[in-house]
């Protein structure tokens, strides 16, 4: 039992599976030297029918309580409404774009996914073997405890001995990439979802770009 023990342990420990895809590139504008990224807000204000809900409660209960009702009704109120958009000269900018134009290591993280889907993708066979041996000895181990036949016993310990050996040369060659590469794949995932708001994420990520580009075209004047 220690053997499946083992293999139990080594298949969660060591889990690895299929390279992750590519993600697709982002059709990005030409780049002009000086020209920056601006975000212009623009708002509206029109009058809409809300849901409006009206509590009743008892003493001592706070709205929401199940010792409350509520009547709802709708009502006309202003709403305002804002629209941020990102410009770069006359291009419109997709939250797509803006993530990769202001991300400097953009590039990089697509050449290291690429390497890492190659070593990846070389541990499939190791780990195929691994797996079908790991579960040929599960079920030889099953027969042999239905039949009491010591054969069975001996010829499943091997397969689990083989499945475990074949699955770590796997995850050791190649299989622990599998993971960084989905990491990789993730920080270049777009579009990242806004956490703060709209406006201000956008006016960073367009700062972050146009600090980058002033730099450099600060560094082309100084090697002229």
């Not at 409660?57 to 509520?70: D, L, N, R, T, V």
């Not at 709708?74 to 797509?96: C, F, I, M, S, W």
């Not at 797996?131 to 079920?139: F, P, Y």
């Not at 030889?140 to 083989?162: D, I, P």
């Amino acid at each position: 039992m220690s053997l499946l023990r083992f293999a139990f342990a080594l298949s969660l420990a060591a889990c690895y599976g299929s390279a992750p895809p590519t993600p697709p590139r982002v059709p990005l504008p030409d780049l002009v030297p000086g020209q920056q990224v601006t975000v212009v807000s623009e708002t509206e204000t029109r009058i809409e029918s809300v849901k409006k809900k009206t509590w009743y409660c008892p003493q001592g209960h706070a709205e929401g309580s199940p010792a409350c009702s509520y009547s709802s009704e709708y009502v006309n109120e202003p709403v305002t409404h804002t629209k941020t958009t990102a410009l770069y000269g006359a291009d419109q900018l997709t939250r797509e774009q803006l993530n990769v134009m202001a991300d400097p290591e953009h590039e990089a993280k697509r050449t290291r996914l690429g390497e890492l889907q190659q070593r990846c993708t070389g541990a499939r066979v190791p780990r195929t073997v691994g797996l079908v041996s790991i579960l040929a000895g599960l079920v030889l181990w099953g027969v042999a405890a239905g039949t009491n036949e010591a054969v069975f016993t001996y010829v499943g310990a091997g397969a689990l001995g083989v499945g475990s050996a074949a699955y770590a040369y796997g995850y050791f060659t190649g299989g622990s990439a599998c993971g960084e590469a989905n990491e990789v794949v993730h920080a270049l995932g777009y579009p990242r979802p806004y956490t703060v708001s709209e406006q201000s994420e956008m006016e960073d990520l367009a700062r972050t770009f146009n600090e980058r580009m002033r730099a450099s075209g600060a560094m082309t004047m100084r090697k002229r």
